[in-house]
């Protein structure tokens, strides 16, 4: 009989035992490959985001907005190349449910900033000539099976003129992005449009004045320090009417994962306490099955079999269920990154699984599985035929 029959033979002396270690080994895995990947994934963003693009917001809160008249002096100020007004319009398409992120910006300013968008030139031009016009991303056009022309009805929660009318919108561009600082589920349009609603809001009797615009989003001019770009726009504001605060756009989106609390460490934590939890679980039960498998060390010692089998046998049935657990519990979380990326879209845009992590969490298991069974092997290994003979006796 081979050795490995013997040890497929010995993983199923205890099937529950064995399936319940198994099943574990998937299931801590694949949370920490999962932990890890959201750590992953908001750094990539932060990483990603261009040095020459600077945001202002409100030094209050970034709730707090500011007059649409910033524009114009923060374009005066020496290293400003341009300047677009982002503002948040929080609208949902058909239902409650179907929330995805729309911002109101100056398409044409918007576009030239971020040149990571792609945006065929065709469509480009059509966007730019209707008022009505929207750019959406790729995987926000797909799950809503959108194409360029067709209409779309917007209910906002904070622009409505009437209860239940929606805001029309015409797909006129579908962009793809090639870094992780722009995902491709936001729509944008016209601010310019924004603005006729905003008329008809205050025909209505709502007007907020001086309540334009949440954040401007500034490109710095080649050549120029961002930093003493920031110093400027924030001493420009010092005496407000709203008080700014400028940062880079690496901090800007860095604040929104700050929001979370220290959610690296606490993910540290989590992960860490799994990987502990599984490596003594996988000690404990290789240590079972070390002390059951003594009287056939010894009598396959007395037969004349080399004293390194049975534990071979041993820390091979170690490996075979914690590591092929393992390794299978990473390539799960891997697998399911699409449906992460798609569930967690407003939280943790563009989530994915890098190759490191997954490569890390396969090493993990592998290590795990191999340690988890040494000492029990090493045991089977020095144990003497006569110390088993007696204990039998």
């Not at 923060?74 to 677009?84: A, D, F, K, L, R």
């Not at 860095?254 to 993910?267: E, K």
Request: charged share 20%; hydrophobic share 50%.
């Amino acid at each position: 009989m081979s050795l490995v029959r013997l040890v497929h033979r010995n993983l199923w002396r205890h099937p529950v035992r064995t399936a319940l270690t198994f099943g574990f080994s998937v299931l801590a895995l694949f949370l920490f490959v999962f932990l890890v990947s959201a750590v992953t994934t908001l750094d990539a963003a932060t990483k990603a985001a261009a040095s020459h693009r600077i945001a202002v917001q409100s030094a209050a809160s970034l709730y707090v907005y500011m007059p649409e008249s910033y524009r114009s002096k923060i374009e005066q100020v020496p290293g400003v190349e341009s300047t677009c007004p982002w503002v948040w319009f929080g609208g949902y398409y058909k239902d409650p449910a179907d929330f995805f992120a729309q911002f109101a910006v100056d398409l044409r300013v918007h576009v030239d900033q971020y040149p990571e968008l792609s945006i065929d030139e065709g469509q480009r031009k059509e966007l730019f000539a209707d008022r009505q016009g929207c750019l959406v991303g790729a995987e926000l056009a797909d799950k809503f099976g959108w194409k360029v022309g067709d209409r779309v009805p917007i209910l906002s929660n904070i622009y409505t003129v009437e209860r239940g009318r929606a805001w029309e919108f015409t797909v006129r561009a579908v962009y793809r992005s090639s870094k992780p600082n722009i995902d491709e589920k936001t729509m944008f349009f016209h601010w310019d449009y924004l603005k006729e609603m905003r008329k008809a809001l205050k025909a209505q009797g709502f007007d907020a004045g001086g309540q334009d615009v949440g954040v401007w989003m500034t490109r710095v001019k080649e050549g120029y320090a961002p930093e003493a770009v920031i110093a400027a726009i924030d001493a420009m504001f010092e005496a407000g009417p709203q008080r700014t605060r400028t940062q880079t756009e690496a901090a800007f989106q860095a604040q929104f994962a700050s929001m979370l609390g220290n959610l690296p460490t606490f993910i540290a934590w989590i992960g860490g306490a799994v990987l502990f939890a599984i490596f003594f679980s996988v000690l404990n039960t290789a240590g079972m099955a070390g002390r059951e498998r003594s009287k056939d060390a010894g009598i396959l010692k007395a037969l004349g079999f080399r004293d390194r089998l049975a534990g071979s046998m041993l820390l091979l049935e170690s490996m075979a269920v914690v590591g092929v657990g393992g390794v299978l519990g990473a390539l799960l979380a891997w697998a399911a990154s699409p449906f992460f990326r798609a569930k967690f879209a407003q939280f943790m845009p563009n989530y994915f699984v890098a190759v490191p992590t997954l490569l890390t969490g396969i090493g993990i298991a592998l290590f795990i599985g191999f340690a988890g069974g040494l000492l029990p092997a090493l045991r089977l290994t020095r144990l003497r035929t006569v110390e088993v003979l007696r204990q039998e006796a």
